[in-house]
């Protein structure tokens, strides 16, 4: 069986090499000429580290991991500790997976690199796509070029602006979710004695939060600002942001955050936009992963691993049955409620982020400081079905 997979992101990337450990000839068509380094920092729960594990690409990303001491969450002014709960080795004895902290760039080199010595994945560079054709039998795609290729399966992994969920779906708008994110990355030896927790921490206020996270085994510092705006038009990963309007939406904050942006040498913004998550597909053989399937906003950190847990179920449900029409729906129906769930709980979290300090939104945040001295476990529960997840061994 041969299948043609539309993008050489992680989505990509990773569902071509579980469709390899199940027997199947993959190609893997990425439009770029090369893979640049774009993108920041991203988390990967133990949920993502066991399907690393299992693709065996774990090896190659250990030089660059960091694995973050505990989960924080603190007032964005003062910088007083909310709560402080651990996750090194904690991660692994209750969920089964570490937690760590990576470049995307890093996990993308590191798929590369599982890709390059797997003999049944051909990856073409300078492959744009522009459609493809469902011919029942097989299907077609064609590329920018002319060029067209034929296969049993396309899998489109393309992004959030992917040519085959416009051709799916339709193309329509996303909405804007009244929210822009700043980005930035710098040596942490730039940092004094404002250096940011070895940890996962969030930083939270009024219509604002932000994210500082180590990467680079811990040598780089990531840093996520994510604030209300009204209106924004561009959604790009590399537009080049104002630090003087960066360090303004974050004026009166603690030193820490403030330091990070003032010492970065850039700093990119991008407006965060909502997509309809995981639609029921018309018979095809045309799977959807990852963002060209179901967006996430950023405040659960899941992401890069939903689209990892999409490679694995979308491999085990095509080796369940031979029909791969069939095997495309039943992959729709086990990820459709757990991925709108998780997008469900990515808005929640960026509400209870941007919560008003008034009496409501101290109470909430006392009452997690509570429950974190009564018992870590109550605040870790709240991750159990998302982080124990074994996307090898789960019903499908």
């Given at each position: 069986?041969k299948?043609l997979v539309?993008g ?20 893997v ?11 920041a ?18 090896p190659?990303?250990?030089p ?14 003062s910088?007083?500790s ?5 996750l ?18 890093d ?6 690199s ?9 990856l073409?560079?300078?492959?744009k ?10 299907v ?11 296969a049993?399966l396309?899998?489109g ?17 996303p ?6 994110a ?28 932000a ?23 561009e959604?790009?990963?590399?537009t ?30 991008w407006?965060?936009?909502?997509r309809s ?5 018309t ?11 179901h967006?996430?906003?950023p405040?659960m ?13 979308l ?22 409620k ?12 960026l509400?209870?982020?941007?919560s008003?300090l008034d ?11 509570l ?19 074994n996307?090898m061994?789960?019903?499908?």
């Amino acid at each position: 069986m041969k299948a043609l997979v539309v993008g050489g992101g992680i989505a990509g990337l990773a569902t071509s090499l579980s469709l390899a450990k199940e027997g199947w000839n993959v190609t893997v068509l990425e439009q770029g000429e090369n893979f640049r380094e774009i993108g920041a920092g991203i988390q990967i729960s133990p949920n993502g580290t066991k399907i690393l594990e299992y693709l065996s690409v774990m090896p190659d990303l250990e030089p660059s991991l960091f694995e973050p001491l505990n989960l924080e969450l603190r007032y964005g002014v003062s910088g007083k500790s909310i709560f402080k709960v651990p996750l090194k080795n904690y991660a692994s004895q209750r969920w089964g997976g570490r937690y760590v902290h990576i470049h995307r760039y890093d996990l993308l080199k590191g798929l590369l690199s599982a890709v390059k010595r797997n003999p049944k994945i051909e990856l073409k560079t300078k492959s744009k796509v522009i459609g493809y054709i469902d011919k029942v039998s097989s299907v077609e795609l064609t590329l920018e070029s002319g060029l067209r290729f034929s296969a049993d399966l396309i899998v489109g992994a393309d992004g959030i602006k992917s040519i085959i969920r416009s051709q799916m779906l339709g193309d329509k708008p996303p909405k804007f979710t009244g929210n822009i994110a700043w980005r930035a990355l710098l040596p942490l030896n730039l940092l004094k004695e404002n250096t940011p927790p070895p940890s996962a921490c969030v930083w939270v206020g009024d219509g604002r939060h932000a994210v500082t996270t180590r990467i680079r085994s811990g040598k780089v510092v990531n840093f996520v600002g994510i604030v209300k705006k009204a209106e924004w038009t561009e959604e790009s990963w590399v537009t080049k942001g104002d630090k003087d309007m960066a360090l303004n939406d974050f004026s009166g904050w603690n030193e820490v955050v403030r330091e990070i942006i003032e010492k970065s040498k850039d700093i990119y913004i991008w407006g965060l936009f909502e997509r309809s998550g995981l639609a029921e597909q018309t018979e095809s053989s045309i799977a959807l992963v990852g963002d060209a399937a179901h967006p996430m906003l950023p405040s659960m950190a899941q992401g890069s691993v939903q689209a990892l847990e999409d490679a694995v179920i979308l491999s085990r449900c095509l080796n369940a049955q031979e029909d791969v029409r069939g095997a495309i729906k039943s992959f729709y129906s086990a990820r459709r409620k757990r991925v709108s769930d998780i997008q469900e709980r990515s808005k929640s979290n960026l509400k209870l982020f941007h919560s008003k300090l008034d009496y409501k939104g101290i109470f909430k945040y006392r009452a997690l400081t509570l429950a974190a001295r009564i018992s870590p476990a109550l605040i870790h529960s709240r991750q159990d079905s998302i982080y124990s997840y074994n996307s090898m061994h789960s019903s499908i």
